[in-house]
């Protein structure tokens, strides 16, 4: 697992590399909760994280929430929080320490600790970008700037003990009329969309190939 995880990471890397002007994007979809009430189970795909580096020196977020939860949005719906590991060391600190260094919506924060930030039932993430009480949002869009980071930066799993699974991302998301009273919950997911995942996949075969010419006989 460890080894396929490094091989799509150093395809990403490969993607998310300058090359001239040409900007990369990746998208992962949410597809598990911790919720088991009705239809609200594991394996739909509840939202979709999209990372960007469209704009020179920055990582744009989009995390937007697909059908099966806003087709049943209620009073006040949106994303409570979104939290994510980075991988390998890095310069990114709490949204209040650096000026600059974060876009966030109105009222929202970054907070960049080792684990713990929790997300339940997904372990332990660095970073947790969340707004104060009802501040939600629905599509979320924040920005890390000039920090030197790329697309693949991001695909390292949560730590700990995650009862629902250790994933690359995990929202809180409320304000949704759910079955047996639900309205809120934590959604989590690491999956690449296709025909995305055949591509990682032919670039981990690329990359195996390419380490097994490389040893010395």
Known sequence: ??????????????????????????????????????????????????????????????????????????????????????VGSHPVQDSGNVAGQWTLPAGWSGNVAPPPNQADGFGSFEVQVSGGGSNRQSPLVFRLNGTGLTIASFAETSTGGAGQGNVFFATHIAGFSGPNGTDSGYFGGSKVPEPATLVLALGALGLCALRSRARPA
Do not use: E, W
């Not at 994280?49 to 209620?74: E, Q």
């Open 1 to 86: 697992m460890r080894r396929l995880l490094l091989l799509s990471v150093c395809l990403l890397v490969s993607l998310g590399a300058p090359q001239g002007a040409r900007a990369a994007s990746i998208s992962y979809l949410i597809d598990q909760t911790n919720i088991d009430a009705g239809a609200i189970v594991d394996g739909v795909n509840y939202a979709q994280v999209t990372i960007d580096d469209n704009t020179a020196g920055s990582i744009t977020f989009t995390v937007s929430i697909l059908s099966p939860l806003s087709s049943i949005a209620a009073s006040n719906f949106g994303i409570q929080d979104f939290a994510f590991d980075i």
